[in-house]
Nanobody, 124 residues
Framework: QGRLVESGGGLVQAGDSLSLSCAAS????????MGWFRQAPGKEREFVAA????????YYADSVNGRFAISRDNAKNTLDLKMSSLKPEDTAVYYC?????????????????WGQGTQVAVSS
């Protein structure tokens, strides 16, 4: 129930691009708001991007706005995060999350299900 599996992480150089994907097993995926969060070593988990159920509305943290793009394919039950112009400070474990009820949110406490995370490392 509500299983999310991230993929696509890896080690890249500053300035490179990388795409993350999150596969959802929940058949009601198309009804859920979704989000990406990240946690760097020694830091709290933080909001990265969120998208509403239809994909029509997206939200970004100031630190990634203009560099990252969140999207979803409800027919395939997938959520993507395209990251460009990566910086060393983007290094973190990236998590996708789903919110069963409610709009897309920047508050991680609003989300009900989480993936296991995928590591992104950006070298300078």
């Amino acid at each position: 129930q509500g299983r999310l599996v991230e993929s696509g992480g890896g080690l890249v150089q500053a300035g490179d691009s990388l795409s993350l994907s999150c596969a959802a097993s929940e058949r009601k995926f198309s009804r859920y708001a979704m989000g990406w969060f990240r946690q760097a070593p020694g830091k709290e988990r933080e909001f990265v991007a969120a998208i509403n159920w239809s994909g029509a509305s997206t939200y970004y943290a100031d630190s990634v706005n203009g560099r990252f793009a969140i999207s979803r394919d409800n027919a395939k039950n997938t959520l993507d995060l395209k990251m460009s112009s990566l910086k060393p400070e983007d290094t973190a474990v990236y998590y996708c999350a789903s919110r069963v009820w409610g709009e897309a949110s920047q508050d991680q406490n609003d989300y009900d299900y989480w993936g296991q995370g995928t590591q992104v490392a950006v070298s300078s």
